[in-house]
């Protein structure tokens, strides 16, 4: 079946450590996102891409990092530098233009000890 | 930034009542739209309603937009124990790739 999928679904970090998110969708979209959601909170955009090997900052990218080498994939990288990562985060694609709804995957959960 | 502010924050009713749902935005749009989110999932797309449309209705769901005001309104009829999630609104603020979420309104439905 098509969709996306995030993994893991629970990770726990030290404070110091980098981690990586993993995020691969089958539907053949253009456009790639990663959301962050907070206990009681909407969901802000970390970064975006709308293309293959070209991404854009979102609303609050400081403390990540992200790739898109490849349609189906936008990993996304939590570093050191992020103050609070312990989050919940989303990945979805889409298709592209004006009318394009959000596919999202089932997030990944965060926890830093 | 958030676009879109969702009104109430949370909503509490029995099952078979109806339940309504606001979101307010501050800039132009080309389209709105309304997603589901069960506790602890990613979310799932219910509906979208373009800037030159009203009213748009989808099973049970019928949602309204108002430009003038910057709103739009996600009503749901009939609701059942399984409709308990939170609601969010998103819109695009005139671009055609950042969607921009509000903060979501939790629906409990009492059986």
């Known amino acids: 079946d098509g969709g996306i999928t995030q993994s893991p679904k629970y990770l726990f970090r030290k404070e110091g450590q980098n981690v990586t998110l993993s995020c691969e969708q089958n539907?053949?979209?253009?456009?790639m996102y990663w959301y962050r959601q907070d206990p009681g909170q909407g969901l802000r955009l970390i970064y975006y891409s709308q293309i293959v090997n070209d991404f854009q900052k979102g609303d609050i990218a400081e403390g990540y990092s992200v790739s898109r080498e490849k349609k189906e994939s936008f990993p996304l990288t939590v570093t050191s530098a992020q103050k609070n990562p312990t989050a919940f985060y989303l990945c979805?694609?889409?298709?592209?233009?004006?009318?394009?709804?959000?596919?999202f995957g089932e997030g990944s959960r965060l926890t830093v000890l | 930034s958030q676009q879109g502010e969702e009104d109430p924050q949370a909503l509490s009713i029995q099952e078979g009542e109806n339940a309504t749902m606001n979101c307010s935005y501050k800039t132009s749009i080309n389209n709105l739209q309304w997603y589901r989110q069960n506790s602890g999932r990613g979310l799932v797309h219910l509906i979208l309603?373009?800037?030159?449309?009203r009213e748009k209705h989808s099973g049970r769901l019928r949602v309204t937009l108002d430009t003038s005001k910057k709103s739009s309104s996600l009503l749901i009829t009939a609701s059942r124990a399984a409709d308990t999630a939170s609601y969010f609104c998103?819109?695009?603020?005139?671009?055609?790739?950042?969607?921009?979420f509000g903060k979501g309104t939790l629906l409990t439905v009492n059986p």
């Open positions: 309603i373009r800037s030159n449309e």
């Open positions: 998103a819109t695009d603020g005139g671009s055609n790739y950042k969607l921009t």
């Open positions: 979805a694609s889409r298709q592209g233009g004006l009318a394009g709804e959000l596919f």
């Open positions: 539907l053949n979209h253009d456009a």
